[in-house]
């Protein structure tokens, strides 16, 4: 296991290792994975041929995949829903809900925390009367949490189903209209197009991986980015990379979605390295007990900085920082 010290990883890069895993390793790694939000990708790469593994992990594995299964099968009913709502502004999927339409090689065993729909921004206030409509709600946000997502962000305040608890995420953009990198959405929405049995338009691949990779620079979300890495490789295995930094450039985004790249193919690439190799990776890891030291937690807050400030300029970013800590100090 020299080249994989990581449990975790192990299973991911080299299945073959895991049949010398002792129970310690075992442990170790599903924690991980069920922190990394991996679990699902685990039972999809090991329950079909799983006989030689201990019956804990196979019950753990199992359960995962029943939860997959259960959450794909909302989704796909949310979706029908959801058309009912936006078809006449013709929506766009993103992320793992278009994954999960295109049926990409990531998409085998993902979890999805919310389903994200993006439409032009001059339909968005007829959008959202009609998901009110249609029984999706995002009212009784604060005054300031309103202005926050209509004055900056790319999207709307979340929506919730009021009775599935299902979450949708509206955009309009893949970017916060405070954020320092800005480019015409309409240049995705042209190269978009529909899925077999799909009424949704699905950005072509070189705009999923860009948006994968733009995601995971802006979010500050590191410790669920093992999943999005693996995202952005498998992905960007289904196009020339060239074309695709091209398609990036196009947009002014060359810089980030290379340097995330070249992260992805660190980890999941012919020639993989630690995953605790350099700051950037560190950054990265599952929030797990094993991972707790002074540098990776430096390497989290540092990228949580660096993502915030890319989302807006410090004016803005300060206040809004303090104002949440407030909030949260209020409420413990």
């Not at 593994?53 to 196979?58: A, F, N």
């Not at 309103?146 to 189903?161: G, Q, S, T």
């Amino acid at each position: 296991m020299d080249r994989y010290q990581d449990p975790l990883m192990c299973l991911l890069r080299a299945p073959d290792l895991a049949q010398n895993f002792s129970p310690e390793q075992w442990n170790l790694a599903l924690g991980q994975a069920e922190l990394a939000q991996l679990m699902g990708v685990l039972a999809s790469q090991y329950l079909p041929a799983s006989s030689w593994l201990p019956q804990v992990v196979q019950q753990r594995l199992a359960w995962a995949n029943r939860l997959v299964e259960h959450q794909q099968r909302a989704v796909n009913m949310a979706l029908q829903q959801l058309f009912d709502a936006l078809g006449m502004f013709s929506p766009m999927l993103l992320k793992g809900a278009a994954y999960q339409v295109a049926a990409t090689p990531n998409s085998a065993g993902r979890m999805m925390s919310d389903i994200d729909i993006l439409i032009p921004q001059q339909h968005l206030q007829k959008a959202e009367q009609s998901l009110w409509l249609h029984g999706w709600d995002n009212r009784g946000k604060t005054p300031y949490d309103e202005k926050y997502y209509r004055a900056w962000m790319h999207e709307l305040p979340p929506f919730v189903h009021q009775k599935t608890g299902i979450i949708l995420d509206l955009h309009h953009h893949w970017l916060p209209s405070s954020c320092r990198w800005q480019f015409d959405i309409n240049e995705v929405c042209k190269k978009a197009s529909y899925c077999t049995e799909s009424s949704f338009l699905i950005p072509e691949i070189k705009d999923l991986c860009i948006h994968s990779a733009i995601h995971l620079v802006t979010s500050g979300e590191g410790d669920k980015g093992w999943r999005d890495l693996r995202d952005l490789y498998l992905l960007s295995q289904l196009t020339e990379r060239e074309p695709l930094l091209a398609r990036a450039e196009q947009f002014g985004l060359v810089k980030p979605v290379a340097k995330v790249l070249v992260l992805a193919e660190q980890l999941f690439g012919e020639q993989p390295i630690a995953p605790t190799a350099s700051w950037a990776l560190k950054a990265m890891l599952p929030a797990h007990s094993s991972y707790q030291s002074w540098s990776v937690s430096a390497a989290k807050m540092s990228f949580y900085c660096q993502a915030h400030l890319s989302r807006m300029p410090l004016p803005l970013l300060l206040p809004h920082l303090m104002r949440k800590a407030a909030a949260r100090y209020a409420k413990a």
